[in-house]
């Protein structure tokens, strides 16, 4: 039953749990319409591995017609998507395929929708509906035809996932800055301007190690396996937990924490592995002062272009160029830097 609850969750962007055991109190679905939703998955079964380091679940399928049995009623409930038509599948066939199936078909009031939303509050940290898995009628979208022009596009495009990145990211509102004026400044959604958040969390370690030119090795993964490459959350890092990585264990978006906290101020500043990611044999700390060719004014310049993406400031030039020539241990003196620019917020925001 949790398999109909996630996918209706992350691909329809409906929370059908309440019709397990009465009419949901905020939409029309119904016991019927839970359970019909259920029967896509009544011929699949979990087992867990034989092997004790197997921690992985093996799928199988039962055998026989696809329903389920509405408890309150007794009786048998067939197929359906969710205000679909019930369906009798062949036993032979996976009905999870016909799930699939009425779920893209452009007629689908619900999976469209709920795919550019998401993709929406990916980009902004806000869905045009938020959250962004909870579409029912007592929850409107913030920008009804904006949320209309995008489901449009992306049925047009056949569901093209990077045509609909390319809509969003070359969009005037994308590229609105996030500092507030005297008539945006409390808005908080309708997309007058950028809202500043920090990275998440695999982008923000991805972004670390490349400033500081260094790697992480995750066990069993190739070297340079990057944060966001990560097949699942199964990989112990604490950094990863620490700045809000998710757990997985539900479909719910908001188990990912975009908050900030103390933990994660400490670690930045005087963590051992940010120090050691600092002074790195071969990292961008000893790089730049091994690099006796150029002046330390380009290589700042350089350095704050991997970090910030822009060049530095006359005050920030200034200040840094006299911190560095009056250092007796100039790998120390960029290490200084680095650490300097990886604790603004700055690095650590988007905007």
């Known amino acids: 039953m949790t398999q109909a609850e996630d996918v209706a969750q992350l691909f329809l962007g409906l929370r059908i749990q309440c019709a397990h055991c009465h009419h949901h109190p905020y939409e029309k679905w119904n016991q019927d319409d839970y359970f019909a939703m259920t029967a896509f998955f ?3 079964k979990r087992d867990n591995g034989k092997q004790k380091k197997d921690k992985s679940m093996i799928i199988s399928h039962n055998p026989g017609l696809a329903k389920m049995v509405n408890p309150r009623s007794g009786k048998d409930v067939l197929p359906a998507g969710l205000g679909g038509e019930p369906l009798e599948i062949d036993p032979k ?6 799930l699939v199936e009425w779920m ?4 689908n009031p619900f999976f469209a929708k709920a795919l550019v939303n998401r993709y929406w509050r990916h980009f902004f940290g806000r869905g045009i509906v938020d959250p962004e898995d909870d579409m029912r009628v007592t929850n409107p979208p913030s920008n009804p035809q904006l949320l209309a022009a995008l489901e449009e596009s992306f049925i047009k495009s056949n569901f093209d996932l990077k045509q609909l990145v390319r809509t969003i990211c070359r969009s005037r ?7 507030p004026n005297d008539f945006n400044a409390d808005d908080q959604q309708n997309f007058s301007r950028y809202y500043a958040r920090r990275l998440n969390a695999e982008v923000l370690f991805d972004a670390l190690n490349q400033v500081t030119n260094t790697t992480t090795k995750f066990k069993d993964l190739p070297d340079g396996t990057r944060a966001i490459q990560l097949p699942d959350n199964s990989f112990d890092n604490y950094f990863l937990s620490v700045f809000g990585r998710p757990k997985a264990e539900t479909a719910c978006e908001c188990e990912r924490s975009e908050d900030a906290n ?4 400490l670690h930045m500043l005087n963590s051992p592995e940010i120090q050691a990611k600092l002074a790195a044999k071969g990292g961008r700390a000893e790089l730049l002062a091994l690099d006796e060719k150029r002046p330390n004014l380009d290589k700042v310049t350089e350095l704050y ?3 910030l993406g822009r060049p530095p ?9 006299s911190h560095l020539e009056d250092a007796a241990d100039k790998k120390q003196a960029y290490e200084d830097v680095l650490w300097a620019l990886i604790n603004t917020k700055e690095f650590l925001f988007s905007h």
């Open 42 to 44: 009544s011929r699949v």
């Open 93 to 98: 066939q996976d009905p999870r395929v016909k």
């Open 104 to 107: 893209t078909t452009p007629e």
């Open 173 to 179: 509102t994308y590229q609105l800055a996030s500092e």
């Open 262 to 265: 103390l933990a994660q101020s």
């Open 305 to 307: 272009h991997w970090a």
């Open 313 to 321: 400031k006359q005050n920030e030039i200034d200040l840094i160029l």
